[in-house]
């Protein structure tokens, strides 16, 4: 595919969030309003996130003196995103305005950092950021307790109850074009194969639908019914062992969301450890960039030869070769013209063709 087209695509993308928000500004659907305005602000602090990512790896040589702040803000924006997952089934006006505030200093960051700033000017802004992003993150907070304790009532949109062990990433609707048969493969690698523990890779760009894809598998009914219990967790280049711990947790165990958040980490390995044990599992462990990370953690994950499986999405192919002995290696081509041009037309008019 044309670079410049497949570059034409990714920088489509905030045009496109953009049309969506348009979109939901004029709906005539109240009961879905939250939820839509939710998807558009976890895909804007996606995409902020992307870029933060891209600056810290490979422009460093140009926000020296701001570097730290810079992967504070990564830090609590990631903080942000998965508080904004837990309330995408709620109703209430005072989520979608907490919504809508993600939104804007999503935009704001990201025009600044785009704009190349000298440090002088992110010296000063960034504190002024984070400040905002900690409001907006102690707004949804206590809306949740709130909702929690019955002070604010608040509509659900119809949906199937899923315990515990059945929580993982959002299903925002994204689009998957020119991967049915790589989905439908992989699905075969995760429920049949071997049963020792196995890692299976997903490898590509960035951009190219690696995550997307495993949202599709992680759901995916087949896969439902086959893991006794399954996970989800972001590592990304910076990563913080313990919140990989308790975010896998909170997935596979019934434990109160505090108390986990309060293990130190000896407790937290064996909790995890634990709720493993003599169970199938399936981990996905979503943008893997080296094997330092997964050396440092992925020797807390029980075999006992009952098919578990740990799902990687990285960047780099020679990840997914290391992870293991018996691993295997899935890569996602770079689409098409005629595949961009189709998945530009379903994401941007939610159909097959332009209008």
Known sequence: MDLELSDLLRNFELVEAKIKEHCIVVSNMPSCTTRKTAVVSLFIVDSLLDDLTHLLNHKADQIVGVNDQIVTVHEELILLRSSLTDITLQQHPQLEELLIQTTDIAY??????????????????????????????????????????????????????????????????????????????????????????????????????????SKKLYNNPSVVYHFDKRAWCVVSETYNKKNIFTEILKSVKDHDKETITQMDDESLVEALYKSLIKRRYLIVVDDIWDMNSWNDFGRYFPDDKNGSRILFTTRHKEVGLKASHHSVVNELPILSDVECWELLQRKVFQKEHCP
Request: aromatic share 8%; glycine share 8%; proline share 8%.
């Open 108 to 213: 704001e960051i990201e025009y600044i950092i785009n704009s190349f700033p000298p440090v002088w000017y992110l010296t000063l802004r960034l504190p002024q950021f984070m400040d905002k992003i900690k409001r907006i993150m102690m707004g949804i907070t206590e809306t949740k307790k709130n909702i929690d304790t019955g002070i604010v009532e608040v509509e659900n949109y119809p949906t199937k109850q899923v315990s515990s062990q059945e929580k993982g990433p959002p299903i925002l609707e994204d689009i998957v074009v020119g991967f049915d048969n790589k989905e439908t493969e992989i699905a075969e690698q995760l429920v049949r194969g071997p049963e020792h523990l196995q890692i299976i890779s997903i490898f590509g760009m960035p951009g190219v639908g690696k995550t997307t894809l």
